[in-house]
């Protein structure tokens, strides 16, 4: 199971998805056979990106069957198809082909913007669409129409908005918007909606796809879980990084414009997620390639953009 969701405001567009694979005992033995059981131990760690960038004006994005979803971007990479109707038409063949046992969803941003989902046996033009467990669905529009925690998230913009009325030049950060909050509510909904517990076959990373400056990215952010308890001392200073034996991790995804990129601090391991095996069930996902190396060394070697930086000392 997958949980999908996608959005098209006026100023915003985005597709976020969770990151987790869920392989039945029956299928496991046989894709350690396909793939090799280092690759199926990767995945099952690290599992899949399900809001793929083809390119900057297109993303596709999937919950169901990883063959289906191979399929269609094998149809997309191979023949360097850019055409969203096309797209979207094909998605529908594997769709009703398999029994509608994976869903789509098409976003395009061009002249204007388009969000197609492939759903229930037809196409569909939509302003949302979510995929994958209902059950983490109805626990997202639960909590991002909770009044209270609305309030919380648009009070925290209230200084913001009050300095961009005394700004001058907004090249560098535009003022926010309406959109900017409804975007930061709805990610904090779906995050706490993925980590609910509530599906156990829903989670792992958070993958967020968002438009910037017409184009699609997976934007720069740094998550950081911390399980131990802690006493909060009069400095108030709160620590953010636990040892991975404590229980904690700190991950820090990387901008771009086509493969996701992530660091995790506590076991010193890269990845980007590529098509990287030759099988043909699974040959255009973008599956986890792991790079055991230094934080600094996985930046060099990949030509890595970085804005944000945290100094975390480990061994």
């Known amino acids: 199971m997958s949980f999908v969701y996608a959005r098209k405001l006026k100023n915003k567009f985005y597709i976020l998805a969770d990151s987790k694979i869920t392989i039945s005992d029956d299928d496991s033995d046989r894709l350690k056979i396909r ?26 994005a999937s919950a169901g069957v990883l063959e289906d979803f191979n399929e269609l971007l094998k149809y997309v990479d191979t023949q360097k198809i850019n055409d969203i109707n096309l797209i979207s038409h094909q998605a529908l063949n594997i769709h009703l082909h398999n029994n509608k046992r994976t869903d789509f969803i098409i976003a395009k941003i061009d002249t204007n913007k388009e969000l197609l989902e492939i759903k229930n046996g037809i196409i569909s033009k939509v302003e949302t669409s979510w995929l994958g467990s209902y059950n983490c669905f109805n626990i997202f529009q639960n909590i991002r129409h ?3 925690f609305r309030n919380q998230i648009e009070d925290s913009y209230s200084v913001l908005i009050e300095e961009d009325k005394n700004r001058i ?3 560098e950060f535009p003022p926010i918007t309406i959109d900017d909050i409804e975007k930061d509510i709805d990610f904090k909904a779906f995050d706490k909606a ?3 517990n509530t599906d156990l076959t829903v989670g792992g990373y958070i993958v967020e796809c968002i438009e910037h400056h017409n184009k699609f990215m997976y934007p720069e952010c740094i998550n950081s879980t911390v399980e131990k308890p802690q006493i909060v001392p009069s400095d108030g200073e ?7 034996s404590e229980g904690g991790y700190t991950y820090h995804a990387y901008e771009s414009n086509n493969n996701f990129k992530l660091y995790i601090y ?31 060394d996985f930046i060099k070697n990949n030509n890595i953009k970085q804005s944000i930086t945290i100094n975390i000392e480990y061994e």
């Open 35 to 60: 793939i090799g059981e280092k690759v199926y131990n990767d995945l099952k760690k690290f599992g899949v990106i399900k809001n793929v960038i083809i390119n900057e004006n297109i993303c596709i």
């Open 146 to 148: 909770d009044k209270v």
């Open 169 to 171: 030049n907004y090249n």
């Open 194 to 196: 993925v980590k609910s």
């Open 238 to 244: 709160i620590n953010t990084y636990n040892e991975a």
């Open 266 to 296: 506590q076991m010193k391991k890269g990845i980007i997620y590529e098509p990287n095996i030759n099988d043909p069930k699974y040959n255009h996902l973008r599956l986890p390639k792991i790079y055991n190396m230094k934080l600094d």
